[in-house]
């Protein structure tokens, strides 16, 4: 059992933010096959914060960066994740968050947590000290989660690499820092900087960070099937694990590793199932973005889906070419067995 705020996990398996896929479909198809406890994608502090500036009139544009922060009905236990580098903009767009109360804010929930970025190895992020740039300055990591802790009434929760590069691991370092600024749970993917998403995540540290602090440690990095998760738990002693790329596509690996974890038999998933799930993901999109960003961005999703499916690489380049709803129903009705 895992406790965050007013949330309580019986496994404590979650579905880890990643920009651009887990948005709110993707997410209430997770949620749907099991996933836990959610995570936005990111949403730039500063960002959020300027977008308050722009006077309210009818030909103010719509905020960009709000629907990033927006938790729907049935969405909670669910975190909003921010990133910025500095302490003022960060609290600010925490305690907007947290109250709902920033241009264009549209969730019906307050979010279980708000967890901070302190991984994302992007250059344009880490260039202005943002995300896994926090690595190389603790004390600066501590100054904000200090900040943030001070401006909401929720927990604060952050999610780090092992450090910037093969020469600074420091996880366990940043993670006694985090802590005793008041972070209420740590999330360790356990690649450096450098890595970004290979060779393989080293969990040895995520390990030494859970031995050394006594808030909650979730494991990430590198679960594709449920017995990576139950290895994760065995290996490094953490509470919970977070699941990324493994979801991409395969949705049903949160309710497979629930199957593991409560002794069932794994379930195998028909391709019939695979069809109407991709569909029912992609009218989501459709209803949540519009038909043109909703078809555009579920190409990738629908590629996922169609990985295990025989003439992968064929229906991929269909779907890339169809334009409408209809073209891409076709396609994938017609796989149907
Ligand atoms: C496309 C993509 C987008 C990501 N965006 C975020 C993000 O917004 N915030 C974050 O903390 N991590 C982000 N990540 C990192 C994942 O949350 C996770 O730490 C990483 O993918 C390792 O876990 P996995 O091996 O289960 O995928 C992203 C990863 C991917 C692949």
């Given at each position: 059992?895992?406790?965050?705020?007013?949330?309580?996990?019986?496994?404590?398996?979650?579905?880890?933010?990643?920009?651009?896929?887990?948005?709110?479909?993707?997410?209430?198809?997770c949620?749907?096959?099991?996933?836990?406890?959610?995570?936005?994608?990111m949403?730039?502090?500063?960002?959020?914060?300027?977008?308050?500036?722009?006077?309210?009139?009818?030909?103010?544009?719509?905020?960009?960066?709000?629907?990033?922060?927006?938790?729907?009905?049935?969405?909670?236990?669910?975190?909003?994740?921010?990133?910025g580098?500095?302490?003022?903009?960060?609290?600010?767009?925490?305690?907007?968050?947290?109250?709902?109360?920033?241009?264009?804010?549209?969730?019906?929930?307050?979010?279980?947590?708000?967890?901070?970025?302190?991984?994302?190895?992007?250059?344009?992020?880490?260039?202005?000290?943002?995300?896994?740039?926090?690595?190389?300055?603790?004390k600066?990591?501590?100054?904000?989660?200090?900040?943030v802790?001070?401006?909401?009434?929720?927990p604060?929760?952050v999610?780090?690499?092992i450090g910037?590069?093969?020469?600074?691991?420091?996880?366990?370092?940043?993670?006694?820092?985090?802590?005793d600024?008041?972070?209420?749970?740590i999330?360790?993917?356990g690649?450096?900087?450098?890595?970004?998403?290979?060779?393989?995540?080293?969990?040895?540290?995520?390990?030494?960070?859970?031995?050394?602090?006594?808030?909650?440690?979730?494991?990430?990095?590198?679960?594709?099937?449920?017995?990576?998760a139950?290895?994760?738990?065995?290996?490094?002693?953490?509470d919970?694990?977070?699941i990324?790329?493994?979801?991409?596509?395969?949705?049903?690996?949160?309710?497979?590793?629930?199957?593991?974890?409560?002794g069932?038999?794994?379930?195998?998933i028909?391709?019939?199932?695979?069809?109407?799930?991709?569909?029912?993901?992609?009218?989501?999109?459709?209803?949540?973005?519009?038909?043109r960003?909703?078809?555009?961005?579920?190409?990738?999703?629908?590629?996922?889906?169609?990985?295990?499916?025989?003439?992968?690489?064929?229906?991929?380049?269909?779907?890339?070419?169809?334009?409408?709803?209809?073209?891409?129903?076709?396609?994938?009705?017609?796989?149907?067995?």
């Amino acid at each position: 059992m895992l406790k965050i705020g007013n949330a309580t996990l019986k496994h404590g398996i979650m579905l880890a933010p990643m920009a651009g896929a887990t948005d709110y479909a993707f997410r209430k198809v997770c949620k749907g096959f099991g996933a836990e406890y959610l995570v936005s994608e990111m949403v730039c502090a500063k960002a959020l914060c300027y977008e308050q500036k722009i006077k309210k009139s009818i030909t103010a544009s719509p905020s960009k960066t709000a629907p990033l922060a927006a938790i729907r009905e049935g969405e909670l236990p669910m975190a909003v994740q921010i990133f910025g580098s500095e302490p003022q903009f960060m609290a600010e767009a925490a305690r907007m968050i947290s109250e709902n109360s920033y241009r264009g804010a549209t969730s019906v929930h307050t979010p279980t947590a708000i967890d901070i970025n302190m991984g994302c190895p992007v250059a344009k992020v880490v260039s202005n000290g943002e995300g896994s740039a926090l690595l190389k300055n603790p004390k600066l990591a501590a100054e904000i989660v200090r900040a943030v802790r001070g401006a909401v009434d929720i927990p604060v929760t952050v999610k780090i690499r092992i450090g910037w590069d093969k020469n600074s691991i420091n996880a366990v370092e940043m993670a006694k820092y985090l802590e005793d600024a008041g972070a209420s749970l740590i999330c360790v993917h356990g690649r450096t900087r450098e890595q970004q998403y290979a060779p393989s995540a080293d969990w040895s540290h995520i390990a030494n960070v859970k031995r050394a602090v006594s808030v909650p440690v979730i494991g990430n990095g590198d679960i594709f099937e449920p017995r990576d998760a139950s290895k994760m738990l065995r290996e490094t002693g953490c509470d919970g694990v977070m699941i990324g790329r493994g979801a991409l596509g395969n949705p049903w690996i949160f309710e497979n590793t629930i199957n593991l974890f409560e002794g069932r038999e794994e379930r195998k998933i028909p391709q019939n199932e695979v069809i109407d799930v991709a569909l029912s993901h992609l009218k989501l999109m459709i209803e949540t973005k519009g038909e043109r960003a909703g078809i555009a961005e579920s190409r990738k999703h629908l590629g996922w889906y169609m990985k295990g499916i025989r003439g992968a690489a064929e229906l991929r380049n269909r779907i890339n070419c169809a334009e409408s709803l209809p073209e891409i129903e076709e396609i994938l009705l017609s796989l149907k067995e």
